[in-house]
C-alpha cells in the first residue's frame, strides 16, 4: 500500500500578505504524513519590478518573461520569497529544503515557441512569452529521496533547460508537475490553495463555490464565461494532474488545506 503524499500550492496573493501565510504555513505544518509546498510569488514579482522600473506583462493569466523580468523573478522567486518560507518552516520544526527546478535537475523545460493565445476580447493572437519554460521532464525519483529522508521540500517555480538556462515556469504547472511525476510512489492529494474558497461560478460572491468539475464542464464554463484568465490554467493543470493518476486535487481557501474544503477536480 503506498504512502500518503500531500502536495500543497501556495499562490502569490497569499504569499504577499503576512497573515494569510502564516495561517497557511500553520495549516500546512499540521498535516500528519509526507508533505510538499509549491509557491508561486508574482504579485511580489509584479511589485519588485515596478520598483526598479521593469513594467509586468501578463497575457491569458501567464507572465510575460523578458531579459530584465526574468532577473527579477529568479532573485524573488528562488529566493525572497523561497527562504522566507523556508525559515518559517523551520521555525514551526518542519525540516523543510528549498530548491528550483534547477535544482538537482529536478525539473527541465524548454523556451515556450510562440504560442496562440484565446484574448480576453474573444480574439487570437501569437504571443511570444519571452523565458517561459515548458516543462519537457520531472525526476520524482530525486524528489522521493529527500521526501522518504524527512525532508520537506519547498519548491520555486523556476526551472532549466539543460544548456544552463533558467526559465520562469507557471506555478500551477510546477505542482502538477511534481504531483504527477510523485504519483506513482504515493498517494498524492494535491491542493491548490489560494485567496478564495474554491472555484467561483460568481467572482462576487465568495459563497458561490461550484462542488465539483470535470473535464466535460470545465469546458463548458469556460465556452459560457463563468471560469476565464487565471483560473484557466490553474484548472487545466489539475485535469491533467488527474488523468495522470494524482488520487485527489482540490482547489480551496489557503486557511483550509485539510481536503474537507473547496472545489473538487476529478
Known amino acids: 500500500m503506498k504512502e500518503t503524499l500531500t502536495i500543497v500550492k501556495v499562490g502569490g496573493a497569499v504569499v504577499e500578505d503576512p497573515e494569510q501565510l502564516a495561517a497557511l504555513l500553520d495549516n500546512f505544518s499540521a498535516i500528519s504524513g509526507k508533505k510538499l509546498l509549491v509557491h508561486g510569488g508574482g504579485r511580489r514579482a509584479t511589485k519588485i519590478a515596478a520598483q526598479l522600473g521593469i513594467e509586468s506583462h501578463m497575457i491569458g493569466g501567464r507572465r510575460v518573461t523578458d531579459a530584465e523580468m526574468l532577473s527579477v523573478v529568479t532573485m524573488v522567486y528562488g529566493g525572497l520569497v523561497n527562504k522566507n518560507i523556508v525559515a518559517k518552516l523551520q521555525a514551526k520544526g518542519i525540516n523543510a529544503l528549498g530548491l528550483t527546478g534547477a535544482d538537482m ?39 522521493a529521496q529527500l521526501i522518504d529522508s524527512g525532508i520537506v521540500p519547498v519548491v520555486a517555480p523556476l526551472t532549466h533547460d539543460g544548456a544552463g538556462n533558467i526559465l520562469n515556469t507557471n506555478a500551477d504547472t510546477m505542482a502538477s508537475t511534481v504531483a504527477k511525476a510523485l504519483a506513482d510512489k504515493y498517494d498524492v492529494t494535491l491542493i491548490f490553495s489560494f485567496e478564495k474558497q474554491g472555484v467561483l461560478s460568481n467572482p462576487d460572491d465568495d459563497n458561490s463555490v461550484i462542488p465539483v468539475i470535470t473535464r466535460e464542464s470545465y469546458n463548458k464554463y469556460v465556452e459560457d464565461g463563468v471560469i476565464s484568465g487565471g483560473m484557466m490554467p490553474k484548472i487545466e493543470n489539475s485535469l491533467e494532474a488527474v488523468e495522470a493518476g494524482v488520487k485527489r486535487v482540490i482547489i480551496t481557501l489557503a486557511t483550509k488545506i485539510d481536503g474537507k474544503h473547496g472545489t473538487v477536480i476529478n
Open 105 to 143: 535537475d529536478v525539473i527541465r523545460s524548454h523556451k515556450r515557441p510562440l504560442k496562440k493565445v484565446h484574448m480576453d476580447d474573444g480574439t487570437e493572437q501569437m504571443v511570444d512569452f519571452g523565458f517561459v519554460g515548458d516543462v519537457d521532464s520531472a525526476d520524482g525519483n530525486r524528489l
